[in-house]
């Protein structure tokens, strides 16, 4: 390659929060060009259960935190983009579960936090008794309590590729990426050796934000890594299923999805307190033992005898934290034409979007015309998080 191209914004990295600003902004007029070394969601993206928070999770303690504030707004915005009224369309992107819920086993603590977590978000949540309960949980030994939530949760591969459908021609494989500078000034990004001049670059890279930020000689903003050890397993016994399942404390002690697999069977995604610290310091062998016992506790009456089992290492890529710990909102640093970002979680790409519109209408960028853009190798879009890990 060696044709120069020009572009309003150039977006490097095609998870959800690059493909979905992408797609934001072309909406509203701009040129637009993401590009990816990899495939399309295929890092922090398609690895993650497809929850859209609503901030319950964060108000396990019995208090409203920053991070179930911030979060609150982001399913009403997702529900309307999937109705296709919203600010992206996002109509056929398959919805696993219309809701997420609270699940307490039935210990006196689990029962108090569902407690405290209901009074302190009130409307959001409702229990569930009987033929309302999720299909997993309707068997006659189940003596929790299951409260409904007013979240949602998404088949992530769906809505990858839809949101790569609406890209359009504006994306481009990369093997090679380096600093376009004009008097000293990052002016974009040299492609695979050609050269995209842009008003503004955005690096939403996840984990490879570091990466490009130490190739465009930059060091900031810092990066943290906060890493997960999320368990897979998959049998013809299992049911839908769509849960915090709560503990003690402040955090989940179990969170589960459930994947529809090609032969019909039900694939559960295992993480909450199972796939953090504990989790991430066993080896696989014996992260499954601690989610087979975790389950025989919890669901005795679903029969995994037969079960396939699998684990899956996940590193949170985020802004730098004091003592790692979790950011409340979508993250967005500037440094001339270079924005920097990270959504920190699935739900906030939305509110990762805002941040940089803001940026963009403060700073007087306004799309302008460019040529078209000529045929451009697309990166590959992104298979489910379970490809090559089970038979």
Request: a negative charge.
């Given at each position: 390659m060696s044709d120069s191209l020009s572009t309003d914004v150039l977006i490097v990295g095609g998870g959800v929060a690059g493909l979905w600003l992408n797609a934001r902004l072309r909406?509203?007029?701009?040129?637009?060009?993401?590009?990816?070394?990899?495939?399309?969601?295929?890092?922090?993206?398609?690895?993650?259960?497809?929850?859209?928070?609503?901030?319950?999770?964060?108000?396990?303690?019995?208090?409203?935190?920053?991070?179930?504030?911030?979060?609150?707004?982001?399913?009403?915005?997702?529900?309307?983009?999937?109705a296709g009224g919203g600010e992206l369309d996002l109509s056929g992107v398959r919805v696993l579960s219309d809701a997420h819920y609270l699940w307490s086993p039935g210990t006196l603590t689990g029962n108090l936090t569902s407690f405290f977590a209901s009074k302190a978000v009130r409307s959001r949540v409702g229990q569930v008794k009987g033929d309302q309960l999720p299909p997993a949980l309707q068997d006659p030994r189940f003596k929790g309590k299951v409260y409904r939530l007013s979240e949602l949760v998404l088949d992530v591969p769906s809505l990858i590729a839809r949101l790569a459908d609406l890209a359009g021609p504006a994306l481009l494989k990369?093997?090679?990426?380096?600093?376009?500078?004009?008097?000293?000034?990052?002016?974009?990004?040299i492609v695979d050796g050609r050269a995209i001049n842009a008003q503004r670059i955005v690096l939403t890279a996840g984990a490879g934000n570091a990466e490009l930020l130490s190739a465009l000689g930059l060091a900031l903003p810092a990066m943290q890594k906060r890493p997960l050890h999320m368990v897979v397993v998959k049998a013809a016994t299992l049911k839908p299923l769509y849960a915090h399942c709560l503990g003690g404390?402040?955090?989940?002690?179990?969170?589960?999805?459930?994947?529809?697999?090609?032969?019909?069977?039900?694939?559960?995604?295992?993480?909450?307190?199972?796939?953090?610290?504990?989790?991430?310091?066993?080896?696989?062998?014996?992260?499954?033992?601690?989610?087979?016992k975790e389950l025989a506790d919890l669901v005795p009456w679903i029969d995994l005898s037969s079960a396939q089992w699998a684990t899956l290492r996940i590193d949170r890529a985020e802004p730098a934290q004091s003592a790692q710990a979790r950011p409340d909102n979508a993250f967005l640093a500037e440094q001339g034409r270079l924005l920097v970002g990270w959504p920190t979680k699935l739900a906030l790409a939305p509110d990762f979007a805002d941040r940089v519109q803001a940026a963009l209408t403060r700073d007087g960028i306004h799309p302008r015309p460019h040529p078209a853009l000529p045929d451009l190798p697309p990166p590959p879009v992104t298979g489910p998080f379970w490809t090559g890990l089970l038979a």
């Open positions: 909406r509203q007029g701009y040129s637009t060009l993401l590009v990816d070394k990899g495939a399309l969601g295929g890092g922090q993206s398609v690895k993650s259960q497809g929850i859209i928070h609503g901030g319950t999770k964060y108000a396990l303690s019995g208090a409203l935190t920053g991070a179930s504030e911030a979060i609150a707004d982001m399913p009403r915005r997702w529900r309307e983009a999937l990369a093997e090679r990426i380096e600093p376009l500078n004009e008097n000293g000034e990052l002016t974009g990004l404390g402040t955090k989940p002690r179990l969170t589960v999805t459930s994947h529809p697999a090609a032969d019909g069977e039900w694939i559960w995604y295992l993480g909450g307190d199972l796939a953090e610290a504990q989790g991430v310091a066993r080896d696989e062998a014996t992260q499954i033992a601690a989610a087979k």
